[in-house]
C-alpha cells in the first residue's frame, strides 16, 4: 500500500515517523537520564551552595576575629573560635537568607559542642539554632527544626550517600512525616558548626514528568504541523517532478510535442533538460525509423512490381516474338500445300512473310535497345552540344512521307534556337517515336505540331495531334512495356508496344521529364522536358 502513495505524501508520513521517532526516543531517554541529570545539578547546587555559605561564614568568622585583634591567618584561629551563641550577623543573615530563596533551598545552621552532625543516633540537647531560612529564632533548640528532625528521623535504610567528603556528605532520604523526598546536605564549617541544606526531590521528579510530557505534546503538534508543511511545500517541489512524470508517459506513448520549460538550474531543471534532449532525439530517431520504413515499403513494392512487370514482360516477348513467326510458318505452309500457285499468289504470300520478317526485327531491336538502356542506365551516353532545333527538323524531314501517306499535316514550331548537352543518336529516337506514334494513331485529314521552345534551364518539346486519343483509365500505363491501348490497331500500324517505354527511359537519362495530356477523341500532346546542361 506504501508504495501506491503519492510522494508528497511518502515525505509527510516519513516526516512524521522522524518526528515521532524522535520524539518517542527523547521521552525514553528523559526517562532514563533525566531524573538523573537533574539529581546531579541539584548536587552541584548542593554542594557549590555550601562552599559559598562556607566562604561566607568563614568570613564572618574572620571579620571577629579582626576585630577582636587576633591573628587571622591560619584556619587555626578559626576552628578555636566560634560565632557567639547569639547567632550571626545581620548582613551575613541576609546573604544566607536571599542565597536560600534564590536558590529554593531550605538551609539551617546549628551548633554541638559534643559531637558531629554524622553521628545520627547521638541528639543531644545542647544543639542551639544559629541561622534557619524558615525563620525561626536563632537560639532556639535545632531539635524543633523540622529540617532537622526530619533528616534525623528519615528513612536512610536504602540510600547510601551519593556524596560524601571530609566536610559534607549529599543524601537522598525519605521524610515520613511528610511522605516525600529530599535531598540533604550535611555538612561542618572548620569552627566545629554545622549546616543542612535541604532540597525537594519530589520537585524533581515531577518537573522530569511534566517536562516529558510537555515535550511529548509540543512532538505530537510539530509532527502535525509537519505534515501540513510537507504536503503543501513538497508541491513545490514535487510538483516538476509530476510534470516530468507526466512527459515520461506521454513519451511512452510515442507522443513527443510535449517538452518540459526548464526554470531552474538545479538537478531538476538538468532532468528536465535532459528529458526534452531525450524526446528530440527519440522523436528523430522515429521518424528516420518511419521514413526508412517508408523506403522499405517502397522498396518492397517497387521489388513486387519489377517482378510483376518482368513475368509480364517474359509472357510479352514470348507472345510478341512468336507472332510473327507463327504467321510466316502459316505463309509458308499455305504455299507448299499449293502444288501450282499463280505467280501474284506466290508473290504476295511472300511480301507477307517478308513484312512478318521486318517486324519480328524491329520487335528484335527495339528489345535490345531496352535492354542495353536497362544495363547502362545512363553511363554510356554521349553527351554533346546538339542544335535541337536541326535535330527536330530532320526528324519532321524523315517522317514526313508517312504523314504523306497517312494525309496527316505534319508542321513544327520553333519558339527560339536551342542548343543543348544531349546524346544525340538516343534523343533523336525518343522524339521520333512520339512523331511518328502522333503520325501513326492520327485520323485521316489530321494534324501533327512540334513546338520547341526553352527558358534559362530547360528546352522543351511538346508533340500534339488531333488523333485518337487515349482514355483516361489508360494514360497510367502508357509508359509500360508491351502495352498497347488499341492492340489490334497497334499491329495494323506494326507497333510492338515498347517505343513509349524506350522514349521515356531515354528522357530519364538525360535527367528529363515527360507528361502526357490527352482526350479520347480529340487528341494527345507530349510534353517533354530536358536540361540545358547535363550534369553527371
Given at each position: ?16 515517523g ?29 554542594i ?5 555559605i562556607?566562604?561566607?561564614?568563614a568570613a564572618?568568622l ?34 544566607l ?13 546549628y ?37 532537622y ?8 535504610s536504602g ?11 549529599i543524601?537522598?532520604v525519605n ?6 523526598s ?10 566545629g ?23 511529548l ?19 513545490r ?11 515520461a ?7 513527443f ?9 538545479d ?9 526534452n ?7 528523430q ?8 520504413n517508408?523506403?522499405?515499403k ?15 514482360f ?34 504476295e ?13 524491329k ?35 524523315r517522317?514526313?512521307?508517312i ?30 517515336n ?31 495531334d ?9 494514360q ?32 530519364l ?17 507530349f ?8 550534369i553527371?
Amino acid at each position: 500500500m506504501f508504495r501506491k502513495k503519492s510522494l508528497k505524501v511518502k515525505l509527510s508520513l516519513i516526516l512524521i515517523g522522524i518526528v515521532l521517532l524522535i520524539s518517542v526516543s527523547s521521552v525514553l531517554l528523559s526517562n532514563i537520564f533525566l531524573k538523573r541529570f537533574y539529581l546531579a545539578k541539584k548536587n552541584q547546587t548542593l554542594i557549590s551552595t555550601f562552599e559559598k555559605i562556607d566562604d561566607m561564614y568563614a568570613a564572618e568568622l574572620q571579620g571577629k576575629t579582626t576585630e577582636s585583634g587576633e591573628s587571622s591567618s591560619t584556619d587555626e584561629s578559626l576552628e578555636n573560635y566560634a560565632i557567639p551563641d547569639s547567632g550571626i550577623s545581620d548582613e551575613l543573615y541576609l546573604q544566607l537568607d536571599k542565597l536560600s530563596q534564590t536558590r529554593n533551598l531550605s538551609v539551617i545552621i546549628y551548633r554541638d559542642m559534643s559531637s558531629p552532625i554524622f553521628d545520627y543516633m547521638l541528639k543531644s540537647n545542647t544543639k542551639l539554632l544559629l541561622y534557619s531560612s524558615l525563620g525561626m529564632n536563632q537560639n532556639s533548640k535545632v531539635e524543633s527544626s523540622n529540617i532537622y528532625s526530619d533528616y534525623i528521623n528519615a528513612d536512610k535504610s536504602g540510600d547510601a550517600a551519593s556524596v560524601k567528603t571530609d566536610s559534607y556528605e549529599i543524601e537522598k532520604v525519605n521524610v515520613k512525616r511528610l511522605g516525600a523526598s529530599y535531598i540533604y546536605l550535611a555538612g561542618t564549617f572548620k569552627n566545629g558548626d554545622h549546616i543542612l541544606i535541604r532540597a525537594s526531590f519530589s520537585s524533581i521528579t515531577e518537573s522530569a514528568a511534566l517536562s516529558n510530557q510537555f515535550f511529548l505534546y509540543i512532538s505530537l503538534v510539530a509532527a502535525l504541523i509537519g505534515f501540513v508543511v510537507m504536503y503543501f511545500v513538497s508541491n513545490r517541489f514535487l510538483g516538476p517532478i509530476t510534470v516530468l512524470t507526466n512527459i515520461a508517459k506521454r513519451m511512452s506513448e510515442l507522443d513527443f510535442t510535449a517538452k518540459y520549460e526548464v526554470k531552474t538550474e538545479d538537478e531538476v531543471g538538468v532532468l528536465g533538460n535532459s528529458m526534452n534532449m531525450l524526446s528530440e532525439t527519440l522523436e528523430q530517431a522515429l521518424a528516420e525509423l518511419k521514413e526508412a520504413n517508408t523506403e522499405l515499403k517502397k522498396d518492397l513494392e517497387k521489388k513486387e512490381q519489377i517482378d510483376a512487370m518482368r513475368k509480364e514482360f517474359l509472357s510479352n516477348v514470348s507472345h510478341e516474338l512468336k507472332t510473327p513467326i507463327t504467321s510466316i510458318r502459316v505463309l509458308a505452309d499455305s504455299l507448299m500445300s499449293m502444288e501450282d500457285a499463280p505467280v501474284e499468289l506466290y508473290r504476295e504470300f511472300m511480301n507477307d512473310i517478308s513484312d512478318e520478317i521486318d517486324r519480328e526485327s524491329k520487335i528484335i531491336d527495339d528489345l535490345l535497345a531496352l535492354v542495353r538502356m536497362d544495363k547502362t542506365a545512363g553511363t554510356e551516353l554521349n553527351i554533346a552540344q546538339v542544335n535541337v532545333n536541326g535535330l527536330l527538323e530532320l526528324i519532321l524531314k524523315r517522317l514526313r512521307p508517312i504523314a504523306g501517306k497517312r494525309n496527316v499535316e505534319l508542321t513544327f514550331e520553333s519558339i527560339r534556337e536551342v542548343t543543348a548537352d544531349v546524346d544525340e543518336v538516343k534523343l533523336s529516337l525518343a522524339l521520333n517515336n512520339l512523331v511518328e506514334n502522333a503520325i501513326k494513331y492520327n485520323v485521316e485529314g489530321g494534324w501533327v505540331r512540334v513546338t520547341l521552345d526553352a527558358d534559362h534551364k530547360f528546352f522543351y518539346v511538346k508533340v500534339a495531334d488531333s488523333g485518337i486519343g487515349i482514355s483516361e483509365e489508360f494514360q497510367e500505363h502508357i509508359f509500360e512495356r508491351f502495352y498497347r491501348v488499341d492492340k489490334a490497331r497497334s499491329r495494323e500500324t506494326g507497333g510492338t508496344g515498347l517505343g513509349l517505354a524506350i522514349t521515356k527511359n531515354i528522357i530519364l537519362m538525360h535527367q528529363g521529364a515527360i507528361r502526357l495530356t490527352s482526350k479520347e477523341g480529340e487528341g494527345t500532346t507530349f510534353t517533354v522536358r530536358i536540361p540545358l546542361t547535363y550534369i553527371p
